[in-house]
């Protein structure tokens, strides 16, 4: 077995063999994204994107491909799949997916059902205007115990922590992060590390924050 299937298989056993968090969707919008890991010649690692200014939420953030669900989607994993489609030209049969992670609520109101999947490399990606630039997160650096950070805080009445992790090209941060770090520490099969957020990644955050919200008030003008 190689070390592609290998690390496929143990995904694929870890999401099966586990009991799926899943949270009610009351008045939360519906959406999906896909959490697409490739095999390059430096190992595996997961595609991720640098937002565009134009989108409408999280402006300038990286995120995983995903969005809303439509009325016409046949499942989350479709809505997942259609989602990457559009944004990076990934063609929903070239996706191996191998399970879904834990729901997850985000500020804005986004119920998000997080699908895991494998994608083949080289791979001809093409982003669309919603997104700047695609980025790589290589899995050996994420499963490290000494690059994730996080600091406390108080959502939807439950102290959680907000997770960072800098990776060439800027900072995972936000629901993307707390996504990331739940299949990370499910790889690894422990919690893996993290330690308190650096006055450099603290500075990149609040920059992009910044930005949101001066983009916002030059669109209004």
Not at 121 to 147: Q, R, W
Not at 208 to 219: E, I, L, P
Request: one cysteine or more; proline letters at 5%; a negative charge.
């Amino acid at each position: 077995m190689t070390q592609e299937q290998g690390l496929k298989e143990h995904i694929r056993a870890v999401l099966a063999g586990r009991t799926r968090r899943i949270i009610p969707k009351e008045n939360l919008r519906e959406s999906a994204v896909l959490i697409p890991i490739c095999f390059s010649r430096s190992g595996p690692g997961i595609v991720v994107t640098e937002r565009s200014m134009n989108v409408e939420h999280h402006k300038g953030e990286i995120s995983f491909p995903g969005g809303r669900s439509e009325p016409e989607d046949d499942g989350l994993v479709y809505t997942a799949l259609r989602e990457a489609y559009e944004e990076i030209g990934l063609m929903p049969d070239d996706v191996d997916v191998l399970g879904l992670l834990d729901d997850h609520i985000s500020i804005m109101g986004f119920h998000i059902t997080p699908v895991v999947g494998t994608i083949p490399f080289p791979y001809n990606l093409k982003i669309n205007a919603e997104s700047k630039t695609l980025l790589h997160v290589p899995l050996k650096h994420a499963l490290k115990d000494t690059v994730w950070m996080a600091e406390k805080t108080t959502f939807m009445g439950r102290d959680i922590n907000i997770y960072f992790l800098e990776i060439d090209g800027g900072v995972v941060w936000g629901a993307t992060a707390r996504m990331l770090k739940h299949f990370i520490d499910l790889v690894a099969g422990r919690t893996v590390a993290f330690t308190k957020v650096s006055a450099h990644v603290r500075s990149w955050v609040e920059e992009v924050v910044s930005k949101q919200a001066t983009y916002q008030v030059n669109n209004i003008e």
